[in-house]
């Protein structure tokens, strides 16, 4: 019998969360004097350096922070932290209602000016494509008419502030139409996501009492390549290898020990692509043990809009890996990736040398059912099988080098984890249906996100569900020179996230 009622429950909340949200209307952006009202936090906030590695930026946005957030009602906090702090916004304290955190961050990756094909990466300007150039225009041109195909573009106007500007927006909106959130609400905005945001599960574990609530929602990263709206319930987490494979004392002259020395820049490049096989699947053993997608899992994946030909267009490639079936199939499974390699001294010029040591950078994207530890293990086997001597220091001893003719400097750092939250949960039931009453349309449901936010620390700690809502385009050049947002993300993103502040999650 009571098998029998919980489906009939799940769809009782389900309409009630729909018909709630359904009399939810959004506003219209065909008012010019609402849309420039709507630009302002996103102007100002692109307007201040954010450089994740430059202290001065990180305290002049939290700053900036600070006001905007009390202005739009909230109370601020900061959270410190052995870097720079982070910014806790607090909103509503009713025992008889959820709590609903929102995570976000403010800092951005470094920039060269050179790039940028604007008056600076800090400068936010508002362009418009003729003929497949984008082209400046003046921002009063919002006022008079809207084109949805209009872009902002700044350092971090997608990552991670177009977001954080959008809320701040959407929070404005309300205050004119003098409602309040369904819930209370906790923002955290983290300082240092860019950098791996290495302090926040110590920050976390110290501020659990701060920091409680019932939902976790993330406010980044792009849409769907079809930049249809989207949910995303997972994403995978990180450690990064550093290898140093060493050869001769000191560089040697390459005429006279050319063919007598070894190189260590071969030895490396021997060992690295003999971790995968030519198609490019990992072969070390036990790589991808643990990782189990079930029937449910794939039929998800399956209903995901993607189109190879489309993707392999968008990236410039001919043919993707064999590592999956599908690109949604190859998210699920962990990663490995060679970021740099170096030997001799590169900043020096080409020189004619056997170089004395060679190094390289490789990322593990980790995923749920990975087990980061067995991973390194795993790693270190496949790597000792290859002849190789783990050293302790930064370079061999004199002993070291007369006795083992491969050694091999071996750091293994772990980020964050991998998370995923169900999508049939009552979060993802709740956040489903507030999309598809802004856009009328379902979202596109995506398991796992290919890159990383820091997460995983709020779920082990505040064990609270946590789920992705990213609102910003796909082809946002998150990252890269001339970072952007299309104006329909932004203006949609305000509605989406007033509509999510006026219903209440079950």
Request: include cysteine; charge should be neutral.
């Amino acid at each position: 019998m009571n098998m029998c009622r919980i489906p009939f429950v799940l769809l009782f909340f389900l309409l009630w969360i729909l018909q709630g949200a359904a009399q939810i209307k959004n506003p219209g952006w065909d008012d010019g004097d609402q849309r420039m009202k709507a630009l302002v936090p996103l102007k100002e906030i692109l307007s201040i350096p954010n450089d994740a590695s430059v202290g001065k930026d990180i305290r002049n946005n939290i700053v900036w922070l600070n006001s905007a957030f009390k202005e739009a009602g909230f109370e601020t906090v900061l959270l410190d932290s052995p870097a720079e702090p982070f910014v806790l916004a607090t909103s509503g304290n009713n025992p008889e209602l959820p709590t609903v955190l929102f995570y976000m961050h403010f800092d951005g990756q470094p920039v060269y000016n050179a790039d940028w094909q604007q008056t600076g990466p800090y400068a936010p300007v508002l362009k418009k494509k003729i003929n497949n150039n984008w082209e400046q225009m003046e921002w009063e041109s919002v006022r008079k008419r809207y084109d949805p195909e209009w872009r902002v573009f700044a350092r971090s106007a997608s990552d991670d502030k177009g977001p954080i500007a959008m809320f701040l927006a959407a929070m404005a909106i309300l205050k004119s139409e003098n409602r309040q959130p369904a819930y209370n609400i906790k923002v955290i905005l983290d300082s240092e996501e860019e950098k791996g945001s290495p302090n926040l599960p110590d920050l976390v574990s110290r501020y659990q009492y701060l920091l409680k609530a019932d939902r976790l929602v993330i406010l980044d990263g792009p849409r769907h390549t079809s930049n249809a709206p989207t949910l995303i319930f997972g994403c995978r987490g990180v450690a990064q290898v550093d290898l140093t494979v060493f050869g001769p004392r000191g560089d040697l002259h390459s005429g006279h020990f050319g063919n007598y020395a070894p190189n260590p820049a071969y030895e490396l490049a021997l060992l690295l692509a003999a971790m995968k096989d030519e198609n490019g699947k990992v072969i070390v053993p036990g790589f991808y043990q643990g990782v189990q997608l079930d029937n449910t899992t794939l039929e998800l994946m399956k209903a995901v809009p993607d189109r190879k030909d489309i993707i392999n267009q968008q990236i410039g490639i001919a043919r993707e890996t064999d590592t999956a079936m599908s690109y949604q199939e190859g998210l699920q499974y962990p990663s490995l990736n060679i970021l740099n390699m170096t030997s001799g001294q590169p900043e020096a010029g080409t020189r004619n040398i056997v170089p004395s040591r060679a190094a390289a950078s490789l990322d593990i994207r980790l995923v749920p059912g990975s087990d980061p530890i067995h991973l390194e293990n795993a790693l270190k086997k496949f790597i000792t099988s290859k002849g190789y001597y783990f050293i302790d220091g930064a370079s061999p001893t004199e002993t070291e080098r007369r006795e083992h003719p491969r050694m091999i400097h071996f750091q293994f750092t772990l980020q964050p984890l991998a998370f995923v939250t169900e999508p049939d949960s009552p979060s993802g039931q709740w956040l489903s249906a507030v999309i598809e009453s802004v856009h009328q349309k379902k979202p596109v449901m995506i398991r796992m996100a290919g890159g990383t936010v820091p997460i995983a620390p709020f779920i082990q700690a505040l064990k609270i569900p946590a789920v992705i809502i990213p609102t910003v385009n796909p082809d946002n050049n998150q990252h890269a020179a001339n970072e952007n947002v299309r104006l329909g993300n932004y203006f949609e993103g305000i509605s989406l996230v007033r509509s999510l502040l006026l219903s209440r999650p079950f």
